[in-house]
C-alpha cells in the first residue's frame, strides 16, 4: 500500500487547480529522490575506499538521474487519469518505468515493487510468468484499487461528467487477489509434488594397512 500517498496527492492536487506539467514533473521526481535516495543510502558504506564527498556527490547525481523516471510516471499519470481506462495507466506505466531504469550502463532494477513479494511465496510463483515486472503490475494495480475503493467507492471514474459503467469493485478486487493467490498455489502444489530422482550412495571403503 506504499502508493496510497502518492496517489492521494495526485488526486487532490488535480482536483484543485489546472493541469501544470512542470509541477508534476517536480513532484513526482522529489518522491522519486526520496525513495531512491533512501534506498541507495547504503552508498555512504564505500567511505573505507573513497571521501565521502565523492561518495555523497555521486549519491547526489545517480538519485537524481533516477528520480526522472518517477517524474516522468507521475506527470503522464496525472494528464491522464480521468480517462476510464485510468485503472490500468498507473501500472502499465509503472512497470514500463521500472523496465526502462533498468537499461543501459547506468540502469538498475533497485528498488522494483515486485521484489516486495519476496516474503509472500503464492504471489511470488507469479514470476514464472511475467517476471518481476509483472509482479510490478500486479502490487501497482493493487494500490489503484485499494485507492478508489476508499477514495470514490468505485474504481472507475467519471468521464465527460457521466456516471460510471456499474460495477462492483469489490468483488473485481476479490477476483483478481483470488486469481492470483490460486495461480500461485497451483505452481507451489506442482513443485512440491516434483520428486527428484533417488540418488543411492554408495560407501567407499578405506583400507587399513
Not at 537524481?64 to 510516471?73: D, E, I, K, P
Not at 502490487?139 to 459503467?165: A, D, E, K
Not at 460495477?167 to 478486487?173: E, G, I, Q, R, S
Request: net charge positive; aromatic share 22%; glycine share 10%.
Amino acid at each position: 500500500m506504499a502508493l496510497l500517498p502518492l496517489l492521494n496527492w495526485i488526486e487532490n492536487e488535480v482536483s484543485s487547480f489546472d493541469f501544470d506539467g512542470l509541477y508534476y514533473f517536480f513532484r513526482g521526481s522529489l518522491f522519486g529522490f526520496i525513495y531512491m535516495g533512501a534506498f541507495h543510502f547504503w552508498f555512504f558504506q564505500l567511505t573505507p575506499w573513497s571521501s565521502t564527498l565523492s561518495i555523497g556527490v555521486l549519491w547526489f547525481f545517480y538519485t537524481l538521474v533516477l528520480s526522472l523516471f518517477y517524474g516522468a510516471v507521475v506527470t503522464i499519470y496525472a494528464y491522464f487519469r480521468d480517462d476510464f481506462y485510468h485503472m490500468l495507466l498507473l501500472p502499465a506505466l509503472w512497470t514500463g518505468m521500472e523496465w526502462l531504469k533498468a537499461w543501459g550502463p547506468f540502469g538498475n532494477p533497485a528498488g522494483s515493487l515486485g521484489y516486495t513479494q519476496t516474503g509472500f511465496p503464492p504471489f511470488l510463483q507469479l514470476a514464472s510468468y511475467g517476471g518481476v515486472y509483472g509482479l510490478t503490475f500486479l502490487v501497482v494495480l493493487i494500490n489503484v484499487m485499494v485507492f478508489h475503493l476508499y477514495r470514490r467507492g468505485t474504481i472507475f471514474s467519471y468521464v465527460n461528467g457521466q456516471s460510471p459503467r456499474t460495477f462492483n469493485p469489490v468483488l473485481f478486487a476479490v477476483i483478481v487477489l483470488t486469481l492470483c493467490w490460486g495461480a500461485g498455489r497451483y505452481v507451489l502444489k506442482q513443485k512440491q509434488s516434483f520428486q527428484p530422482q533417488t540418488l543411492k550412495t554408495v560407501e567407499i571403503g578405506r583400507a587399513h594397512v
